[in-house]
């Protein structure tokens, strides 16, 4: 199984500062990774899918980088909806999908 | 627009069972691979099954495997998951998603985020 590790737990920014978040793979899965955004009470929302593609409908202040085991999604300017739960996912062992554990988003 | 509607949860007993169901409309169910994905309280996502559009191929995470069934009839734009001999940590919100393509072919769900799930509670 393909362990995914994000940092921090819980980042803590002020409104309008950029936001970086941090995933880890415990082996490679070259660019078949997705990051969710989930909010109290509702289902994951897709970000971003082959580490850097933006899903239809996500503002252009969210992007993702990396390849291989290092990911990175960044919020340049963050608005007050953006405070929420992130999660990482790799899908190159599909079915076999894993998420990380996630990241807490919380407004400093 | 991609709508998948979860149904089915409540409060089951240890050992008992439960089915879910998923309705989904917005897109060419048929054509769509579909997952299972769960949330136990206050954790994080866990990956549960998935079956082709076809429904020829079930997976199972090991957690469920050989408790768990998925199926689907794509005549109905419904996704199944019967639950048997439930345990106190199948307790979580269940999720539905289809699956979609990236560039290089690979499939990777996709939630309707409107959506809350349904949730499961076992316990005695």
Known sequence: EIVMTQSPATLSVSPGERATLSCRASQSVSSNLAWYQQNPGQAPRLLIYGASIRATGIPARFSGSGSGTEFTLTISSLQSEDFAVYYCQQYKKWPTITFGQGTRLEIK | ?124
């Open chain 2, 1 to 124: 627009e991609l709508q998948l509607l979860e149904s089915g949860g409540g409060l089951e007993q240890p050992g008992g069972s439960l089915r879910l169901s998923c309705t989904a409309s917005g897109f060419t169910f048929s054509s769509f691979a579909m997952t299972w994905v769960r949330q136990a309280p206050g954790k994080g996502l866990e990956w549960v099954s998935s079956i082709i559009n076809s429904g020829s191929s079930t997976y199972y995470a090991d957690s469920v495997k050989g408790r768990f069934t998925i199926s689907r009839d794509n005549s109905k734009n419904t996704l199944y998951l019967l639950m048997n001999s439930l345990r106190a940590e199948d307790t979580a919100v269940y999720y539905c998603a289809n699956n979609q393509y990236d560039s290089s072919g690979y499939p990777f769900p996709n939630f309707d985020y409107r959506g809350q799930g349904t949730l499961v509670t076992v316990s005695s």
